[in-house]
C-alpha cells in the first residue's frame, strides 16, 4: 500500500483546545485499522523552542488517498477545530 504524509496546522489560538482534546485525538489514532489504515509514525509539531505543540504529523499507510482523508477528517482534531490548514501528500520512502 502507498504511503501519505499528513501535515496539520493547528488554528491560531488552538492550544487550549488542542489540550483538551488530547486524550480523545490519541484514542482515534488507536483506531487506525478499523479506519482501514495504518499509521506509521505520528507526534505533534513543535514551535521552534520546542515548548507549544502547533500541529501534527503523520505519516500513514492507506490503500489511497481517500481513505487517509476520511481519517484525517474523523479526527477530533479536526472535528472540533483544532486543525486549520491539512495537507496530504502521497509520500516516497528512501533509507
Known amino acids: 500500500m502507498p504511503l501519505f504524509a499528513v501535515h496539520a496546522l493547528d488554528?491560531?489560538?488552538a492550544l487550549?483546545?488542542?489540550?483538551?482534546?488530547?486524550?480523545?485525538?490519541?484514542?482515534f489514532?488507536?483506531?487506525?485499522?478499523?479506519?482501514?489504515?495504518?499509521v506509521v509514525i505520528?507526534?505533534?509539531?513543535?514551535?521552534?523552542d520546542g515548548d507549544t505543540m502547533i500541529g501534527s504529523m503523520f505519516v500513514i499507510d492507506a490503500p489511497g488517498r481517500a481513505e487517509v482523508e476520511a481519517f484525517t477528517k474523523a479526527d477530533?482534531?479536526?472535528?472540533?477545530?483544532?486543525?486549520?490548514?491539512v495537507q496530504i501528500h502521497r509520500f516516497h520512502r528512501r533509507k
Open 11 to 13: 488554528n491560531p489560538a
Open 16 to 27: 487550549p483546545r488542542r489540550l483538551e482534546h488530547y486524550t480523545a485525538h490519541r484514542s
Open 29 to 38: 489514532i488507536e483506531t487506525d485499522q478499523a479506519h482501514g489504515v495504518s
Open 42 to 48: 505520528s507526534g505533534p509539531l513543535q514551535s521552534d
Open 76 to 85: 477530533p482534531f479536526m472535528v472540533e477545530g483544532v486543525w486549520g490548514v
